[in-house]
């Protein structure tokens, strides 16, 4: 959700430019976990159910299959949709505080996200480590994503940035919500190929973090992205909840 750039005079704690705290005391402790930890049984059931889906993403796309396999297909994943319809929906935003308290995993939303997501068979997914005052992730984009022939769409490598560019903002110890994103695309983003994100904060101005990133496949560089993002008070996220659950509703009541 996109914030419009705070006035240089708003009432925040002002943390000098250039000044980023190590990556490896800004880094929550819950993520390194998650990604050290084996995970749970269930949550390596969700790994697994999300990467299945993800596989019959990529082989339906463009599939010469006949009508009546895919006819054969669509019934047996109806089915399934059936059975899974038994159990209520839950809400897997878990980006704050209140995650803890409701004494679930904190980091069920990242399985599930958009990007990063190992359950969720619409993301890639992308891989995340900090080393030192670095992030580096690695992403592996099949058929699915396709923009110019053999390429990643474009909206796909921005995405991308997004999630990793507002990953990276966490070294700088007070994570916030996209401003604002830039994106220079300097070659083609090839399709099934072994990608590789660099990026780093590079200056924090009260609520304001600034990052910075490149996308490389092997040695090419395919794009570059800088972006700014805010600090909110957690009041506004749960304002954003309160209103995510009127409308779309959240069975568990959390």
Known sequence: MPLT?????????????????????AWPEWLRKAQA???TPRRAQLHRTGNALRG????LHGSPAPAEELDAVASE??????????????SVYEGFGEATLAGREPFAFFDHSPMLGRANPLAPPIS???DGDVLWAE???GSAYEGPPGCVHGGYVAAAFDEVLGSAQSLGGRPGMTARLCIDYRSPTPLHTDLRFEARVTRMEGRKTFTRGTLHAGDRLCAEAEGLFVAVDISKVAELR???EAAFGDDDGA
Not at 7 to 14: K, L, R, S, Y
Not at 77 to 90: G, I, N, Q, S
């Open 37 to 39: 930890d084996p995970p």
């Open 139 to 141: 992403a592996h984009f």
């Open 128 to 130: 995340l480590w900090a």
């Open 242 to 244: 309160a209103q995510r």
């Open 56 to 59: 019959i993403v990529d082989r």
């Open 5 to 25: 750039d705070p006035p240089d005079d708003a009432p925040v704690d002002a943390l000098p430019p250039e000044v980023v705290t190590p990556a490896s005391e």
């Open 77 to 90: 994943l109806e089915r399934l949709a059936d059975r899974l319809e038994a159990f209520p929906k839950r």
